[in-house]
């Protein structure tokens, strides 16, 4: 029990992280290598904040997103938006160059060295059940990510901004002559795809540790839950993160000879059969 | 099909059919070795890396079919030639037979999964192969001594004559020849009707099957030759080293290598050539000049490409030779 536990808590630690993915390369229909990068910006403001300016965890949490959204703007505005229409090797390539830069300047300004993160008091410890030990921090991140699958999914599906996204999505041309600003809704949803990336970052140090290579070292397990999940599709994402989750733990506790093989194996045989991901639609464009 | 695969390779081995700029070009490694003495490890390895570009590029630059994980048939490649020189079978030529061999299956096999998606799923399923690759060789420490690397490598001499020795120079004339015999393989296949065919998959997919010309067939091949490309590619570091890294297999390898590709321009051979020149020599520069930061350097001449000079090095030359007309009339391949 507690091996499954575990295993949901890191399964939603990856949706948390990964939904802004499913949200920039589902939704918009842009391969974002550069995610794992927005995500480990997110995790050094939050960790400096703690650290060096003593800001209390929770506060450091939106101050994260909210920092990481503007960077994202920022080279929405002036880069990505360039390459939307590019192939998606451009935007591989592009996005690899971003990942170089960033770890190169994580290194320059943070060195090389794991971060050190210290958990406010009320989100240590352990709550014992019998046959389950559930960490105090874990279910937090449960809680968290549940209630921002709930919140984004309503977003998409149930607002206007969700209506006009899907729409300037689907089809900008004809977006654009009802009258939906395409440039706008883009920008507004790459910064809402950074600022779920630098929330995860955020909240995922406790548990992924952050250094200089994270973005590369993570980056892999981001698109697996895109991929298998079906791009743009954020209860896909979800489902896709707790399949990993769950079997990226129970692999690596039962069977530690073969370790992270598992998920890699369980990813090819899904895109296999279900090259459209699990839930997929056809992408649009 | 198999009449191209098996082509007789006496006519390239004439130069008359070369244009001189070729040839001037392949002047430039014997050039190098007298230049550069003190360099020829460095110098090995950029003819290793050009021939893995090349692999590459001939499943991008002419097939079109996306890669995130092409390291996965360079490490295979390595680590077949090197269990083969470390179990008593030191022979350079019969490893890289076999990491050709073994890699050439491991491409034909995948190369159905490649085939099934779209790009995002190429990428993915090609990462996905080279990963699995790499937590089995991290895994299987008694075979492949996982981090720690392959080690105890015995490597007879090269066709029973040259000794491979300390300061590199029979391992550096090893990977020019196998360098130059498979570039004139490749430049014989992109130039056969079957390269030719892979052009036309790539420009328009819709529109081959509708001229008779099997397209999965065709990817499927080239997949399989690339494969065994990189393949041989690994089979030189490992042969040249006397050692296999588990990093053969790492990510960073397989983004690298884009990097190189698209810095030369992928879709012409002498594209994958000149990038792994241009890029290793600068690597070998600004690790040198800024060791930790160099990686910044490299992400940034990234971005620039992709957003302003897309076809690389060669595209620059033939921009440049649109210009100067006659002067720089022939560098073009």
């Known amino acids: 029990m507690t091996v499954i536990f575990d295993g949901i808590a890191s399964g939603m630690l990856l949706f948390l992280i990964s939904v802004g993915l499913s949200v920039t390369l589902g939704l918009m229909n842009f391969v974002n290598l550069a995610h794992g990068a927005f995500a480990m910006l997110g995790g050094y403001v939050c960790v400096t904040l703690l650290n060096r300016a003593g800001v209390p965890f929770l506060a450091t949490l939106p101050i994260a997103a909210l920092a990481t959204a503007l960077v994202g703007v920022a080279l929405e505005r002036t880069l990505y938006r360039r390459l939307y229409a590019a192939s998606h090797l451009d935007q591989v390539l592009f996005s690899i160059g971003l990942v170089f830069m960033s770890i190169a300047g994580a290194h320059y300004f943070f060195g090389a060295q794991q971060q050190p993160m210290v958990l406010p008091e009320f989100l240590q410890g352990q709550i014992n059940l019998p046959g389950l030990d559930i960490g105090v921090y874990r279910l937090f991140l449960v809680v968290l990510s549940l209630a921002i699958a709930y919140g984004l999914n309503r977003l998409v599906r149930g607002t206007r901004f969700g209506a006009q996204l899907r729409a300037s999505v689907d089809n900008p041309r004809a977006a654009r002559g009802v009258g939906i600003n395409v440039e706008r809704i883009f920008t507004l949803t790459f910064a809402l795809g950074t600022a779920l990336a630098g929330l995860g970052g955020a909240l995922g140090v406790e548990m992924l540790g952050l250094d200089p290579s994270f973005p590369v070292k993570y980056i892999v397990y981001f698109l697996i839950v895109v991929a298998v999940g079906g791009s743009g599709n954020i209860m896909g994402s979800l489902v896709a993160s707790l399949i990993l989750g769950v079997v990226d733990v129970a692999g690596k506790y039962y069977v530690p000879q073969i370790g992270a093989f598992v998920i890699y194996a369980v990813m090819v045989v899904m895109l296999i059969f279900r090259p459209q991901g699990l839930f997929g639609r056809r992408a649009a464009r | ?333």
């Open chain 2, 1 to 333: 099909m198999q009449a191209a695969l098996t082509l007789d390779l006496a006519p390239i081995a004439r130069a008359d059919r070369w244009r001189p700029a070729e040839l001037a070009f392949w002047l430039i490694p014997v050039a190098a070795y007298f230049i550069f003495p003190d360099n020829l490890v460095l110098l090995t390895q950029i003819a290793i890396t050009a021939l893995f570009c090349l692999s590459l590029d001939l499943i991008l630059g002419y097939a079109g079919i996306v890669s995130l994980g092409h390291a996965a048939f360079f490490g295979l490649g390595a680590y077949a030639a090197g269990l083969l020189a470390a179990h008593g079978y030191g022979d350079p030529l019969l490893g890289l037979v076999a990491a050709a061999l073994v890699t050439a299956v491991l491409g034909y096999v995948t190369s159905f999964l490649v085939l099934r998606g779209a790009d995002l799923t190429r990428l993915m399923v090609t990462l996905g192969v080279a990963m699995m690759l790499y937590e089995i060789a991290n895994k299987l420490t008694h075979i492949t001594g996982g981090v720690d690397g392959l080690q105890g490598m015995e490597v007879l001499p090269v066709l029973g004559q040259f000794e491979f020795d300390l300061y590199g120079k029979t391992a550096y004339w090893y990977a020019i020849a196998v360098l130059f015999a498979l570039f004139c393989v490749a430049r014989k296949l992109v130039h056969s009707p079957f390269g030719l065919s892979l052009k036309g998959v790539r420009l328009n997919v819709g529109r081959m099957p509708a001229i008779g010309a099997p397209v999965n067939a065709r990817l499927s091949a080239v997949y399989t030759i690339g494969a065994a490309y990189a393949g041989i590619a690994g089979a030189l570091l490992a042969q040249t080293t006397q050692f296999v890294a588990l990093d053969v297999l790492a990510f960073n390898r397989s983004a690298e290598l884009l990097l190189i590709l698209v810095l030369g321009g992928s879709g012409s051979l002498y594209g994958a050539l000149l990038g792994t020149i241009v890029f290793m020599s600068a690597h070998h520069m600004l690790s040198d000049l800024n060791p930790q930061y160099w990686q910044f350097w490299l992400g940034a001449l990234l971005v620039v490409i992709v957003l302003f000079a897309r076809d690389g090095v060669m595209g620059g030359l033939r921009g440049g030779q649109r210009r100067l007309g006659a002067a720089l009339g022939r560098t073009k391949q």
